[in-house]
C-alpha cells in the first residue's frame, strides 16, 4: 500500500528537520518528504495541526505472553503499543519459559510478526531459567534475533557469572543489559527514607544501585563489553554513570517514566499502584533524572510496560504485584517532562526514537527512530495540542493500573496519537 501522510509538522529529532511537508511511504520505506507528489497514493492520512515523528522505540516492555496471559497477551499489548505510538519495542526474558533457548525466541517473534503491529526484539537470558548459574548460548540466542541480553529483574549473586557473561559478550559484540540491583539490599518494597519508616515498609536503600554500579564499572574495565543499564532510579546513580561515560567505557542507561516524574510521597495511603519496581524514590532523585536526561547521561525513556492483574493489585502493599500499564503513556509523559523542564519538542522526542533506537544496533532495520527517505517506515502523527486525562478502563492493554490513573494524579497529560505506521502500514488510527 501506497500512503501520503498530509500537511504535518514533520519533526526527525536525528536529523533536525523541522518543517511542514508531506511524507509519502511505499514497500516498507519512506519514499519522500515534501511537497511534490512522487506517486499516487491509495491511502492519505491527514495530519492538519499534528506532529509528524518516527515511531516510539521503547525499551522495556513486558508483554506477559507465554505464560502470564492473564495479565497481558501479545494481541493486546501490541494493540496498546500502536495506540500509543509505539513501533519497536524490547521485551525482557522473564516469561514461562525463560527466553533461555533460541526456539523460544523465534516461537516469540513469530507469534508477534504475524499481528502486524508493534516490532519486537527479545532480550535473551543471560543465564539459564535466569537462575544465574548457567549462562546461556548467547551467540546462538543472538543470531535468532535477541538484541540483548539480561537477568530481567533476577539480581546475579555470583559476580564470577557476571563477569563471565561479560567477557562472553564481548568476545561476540554483544551487549549486556543489567538492572543494577544488590541481591540482598534491594529486597524492599519502597524506598528508604523517612517515609518509607512511617509506613513501616521495608526500604530498598540507594546503596542497593550504587554498589551494583561499581561492581559493573569494575567488570567493564576488564573486559570492554557494552552495558545497558535499565531504569536507574537514584542521583547517585546517576552520578556514577556520569563518571563511568567521562571514562570511556561502553555504557549506555535509560530511566522509567515512573521514576521521571513520581517520588515515594505517590505512594499515598499504600496505593498498590504505585508500587513498582525500580522503587519511586524522592524528589532530589527524580531532579537528577530529569536533569541527566536532558544533558545526555541518561539515552532513553522507558515505559517500563508491566501489566498486572486485579487479583494481584488488590493486596497490601507489601504483598502487591510490583508493575503498572505504561505503552500508551510514554509519549505524553515525554511530552510531559519536556514541558515541565522547558525543553525543545525535539528533545522530547529524541529520547523515545532515535537515541533508543540506536542502541538496538545492527538487529533493527536501517532508519529506525528517524525520518528520512529510504528509512523504514515507522511513524507516528498526534496532536500536541490535545490533553487527555488517563482512565484505566479505556486503555487497550490488558492491564489497567497504573500511578498516573486521573482520578490519583488528577493530572491531564499532553498529546494525543492520531495514527501509528509500522513498517508502511497504518497500524493504528484514532
Known amino acids: 500500500m501506497k500512503l501520503r501522510i498530509h500537511n504535518g509538522r514533520v519533526i526527525d529529532p536525528a536529523s533536525g528537520r523541522d518543517e511542514h511537508a508531506d511524507v509519502w511511504l511505499a514497500n516498507g520505506h519512506i519514499t519522500a518528504i515534501g511537497q511534490t507528489a512522487p506517486f499516487e497514493a491509495d491511502l492519505t492520512v491527514d495530519a492538519t495541526g499534528c506532529i509528524v515523528a518516527p515511531g516510539l522505540v521503547d525499551l522495556q516492555a513486558r508483554l506477559r505472553e507465554p505464560g502470564y496471559e492473564h495479565e497481558g497477551m501479545l494481541d493486546s499489548e501490541l494493540h496498546a503499543a500502536v495506540a500509543g505510538g509505539v513501533t519497536t519495542l524490547v521485551c525482557p526474558p522473564d516469561t514461562d519459559p525463560v527466553l533461555d533457548e533460541p526456539g523460544l525466541v523465534d516461537m516469540l517473534r513469530y507469534r508477534a510478526a504475524q499481528l502486524r503491529r508493534a516490532r519486537v526484539y527479545p532480550l535473551g537470558a543471560l543465564t539459564r531459567n535466569l537462575a544465574g548459574e548457567v549462562l546461556t548460548e548467547m551467540a546462538e540466542l543472538s543470531e535468532s534475533g535477541c538484541v540483548g541480553f539480561s537477568q530481567a529483574e533476577t539480581a546475579l549473586a555470583n559476580t564470577q557469572i557476571l563477569q563471565r557473561a561479560l567477557q562472553y559478550a564481548a568476545t561476540f559484540g554483544l551487549s549486556v543489559w543489567l538492572r543494577p540491583q544488590e541481591l540482598h539490599l534491594g529486597k524492599g518494597v519502597a524506598a528508604s527514607g523517612p517515609l518509607a519508616t512511617r509506613m513501616g515498609l521495608s526500604g530498598v536503600p540507594v546503596a542497593a544501585e550504587t554498589i551494583a554500579l561499581h561492581t559493573i564499572f569494575a567488570l567493564m574495565r576488564s573486559t570492554r563489553a557494552r552495558v545497558h543499564l535499565c531504569r536507574l532510579s537514584s542521583a547517585e546513580g546517576v552520578a556514577l554513570v556520569r563518571a563511568a561515560k567521562a571514562e570511556g567505557l561502553p ?57 498486572v492483574d486485579d487479583d494481584a493489585k488488590a493486596l497490601p502493599f507489601a504483598q502487591a504485584e510490583p508493575g503498572a500499564t505504561g505503552l500508551e503513556l510514554l509519549l505524553s509523559l515525554a511530552l510531559k517532562w519536556a514541558e515541565d523542564c522547558q525543553l525543545p519538542l525535539a528533545k522530547a522526542l529524541a529520547v523515545v526514537t532515535h537515541q533508543p533506537g540506536q542502541l538496538l544496533g545492527a538487529a533493527a532495520p536501517e532508519g529506525l527512530g528517524q525520518l528520512r527517505e529510504g528509512g523504514v517506515a515507522d511513524l507516528v502523527v498526534f496532536d500536541p495540542q490535545v490533553t487527555w486525562a488517563v482512565e484505566p478502563k479505556a486503555l487497550l492493554s490488558q492491564g489497567k493500573h497504573t500511578p498516573f490513573d486521573f482520578r490519583i494524579s488528577g493530572t491531564a497529560l499532553p498529546g494525543r496519537v492520531k495514527a501509528t505506521v509500522v513498517d508502511g502500514v497504518l497500524a493504528y488510527q484514532a
Not at 278 to 301: C, H, I, S
Open 251 to 307: 555504557v549506555t542507561a535509560d530511566v522509567s517514566i515512573h521514576s521521571l516524574h513520581l517520588t515515594d510521597h505517590d505512594m499515598g495511603f499504600f496505593d498498590s499502584r504505585a508500587r513498582l519496581v525500580p522503587v519511586l524514590r524522592q524528589a532530589r532523585d527524580r531532579d537528577a533524572l530529569r536533569e541527566a536526561l536532558a544533558d545526555g547521561t541518561l539515552d532513553a525513556l522507558v515505559s517500563d510496560h508491566c501489566p
